[in-house]
């Protein structure tokens, strides 16, 4: 039996709007839980392929003139057009609701004046859901609002860019303390690859954000990675396909949240080794990137990371058994020694993480790392880049100071 009461921000994507008969499968998804108790808020995409076309359209006529700022107000049309069509089809159902524009002097989320890919200031949006969405959920109306879509204070039209209608949910998820976030697509849920490159991909029922942000990275736009930094850890994502007809179907469930400013930490609280291997295309060689692996987890010891060329492998361990391990690792060295030429070792190392979704909007962040290190006369050992993170390897006793600058560093950045 569902719980009652319960609260939901329900996001509609472009593709699950597709045509009339998918706006009317949608609408009776929300229709038939709210008939059933439950507390919906709703965020729309555009219709279909509704901003592309209009992105076309506006550079067939206005070519290069369009400026930022009118082609956002162009945009919006997407957004709002498909909101009134479901707000319209909602009644239609029996269901009392409520649509929001951002002519309204209502409307909830604000944003900077960076035209296409606007910044909501998060805060002010959150008062602004609470004081004017939340009550209307409290008298039992839906509230129909358009994603992607926000306004500066001065009442221009922005939009918010790449998975702007997520960003949308997420906030008011957040501000509305919801049981759950439904992104209805046009896939079952975040697959085990990309259905176009594999075949027969499985459906994940959960996955924690930061190995999504990994996914993101890709081609497959099952939710944008910029989006995530939007997401409360508290409050659960579910992906579900629009072909279910029902906003409790299965799908995959997405935990946990992202830091939402850039962090800096020691990742390991104890020094670290850095072995590098040297040989004849190492990276062809299977047989002994297995032998490698096999020797590491027979010592006990974790890997922390690992980068590879055509004839080297580099591998950071744990300092810790460091003795065996090099040992262990100069075995493979003397077996394989048609593909492996020596190892060599740098001990004492620390293990530097800098992480944050807003890594891939920071332009040369890594210049902004190497810099101040570079001028303190700190060496850097070894850096890797992988997902919303980057991995810097300094010696041991400059771990502190290190952290220090390259604070300093990244809030200077935002500046």
Partial sequence: MKEKNRCLVVKFGGASLGDGARILKAIKAVSDEVKNGTKVAV???AIGKTTDNLIETAKQACGSDVSVKELDDILSMGERTSARVFTAGLRECGVETRYFDPADDEWPIITDEAFN???????????????????????????????????????????L????????????GKALKADQIVLVTSVEGIMTADPKVVSKPRVLREIGVEALAGLADSDVKFIHKKALKYKDPSIDVKVIDYNAGRLDSEGTIIHGGLPKELAVDVAYE???????????????????LSRVVEEVRKV?????GMSTNADSLILYLPEENASRLLEALHTVVLEHHSETLALAARRNLAFIKVRGVGLEETPGVIGS?????????????????ITSSILVFVDWVERERVIKLVQEALREGKR
């Fill in 43 to 45: 965020v729309v995409s």
């Fill in 117 to 159: 890919n606007a910044k909501p200031a998060v805060p002010l949006c959150e008062e602004l859901v609470q004081r004017h969405v939340q009550p209307v959920m409290e008298r039992g109306v839906v509230p129909v609002i358009p994603g992607f879509i926000g306004k500066t204070k001065d009442g221009s039209i922005t939009t």
């Fill in 161 to 172: 860019g790449r998975g702007g209608s997520d960003t949308t949910a997420f906030i008011l």
């Fill in 270 to 288: 104890r020094p670290v080794v850095a072995v590098t291997i040297v040989g004849k295309a190492l990276a062809d060689s299977p047989k002994v």
């Fill in 300 to 304: 006990g010891a974790s890997n922390l």
């Fill in 369 to 385: 790392i190497a810099g101040p290190l570079h001028e303190n006369a700190i060496n850097i050992a070894g850096i890797l880049t």
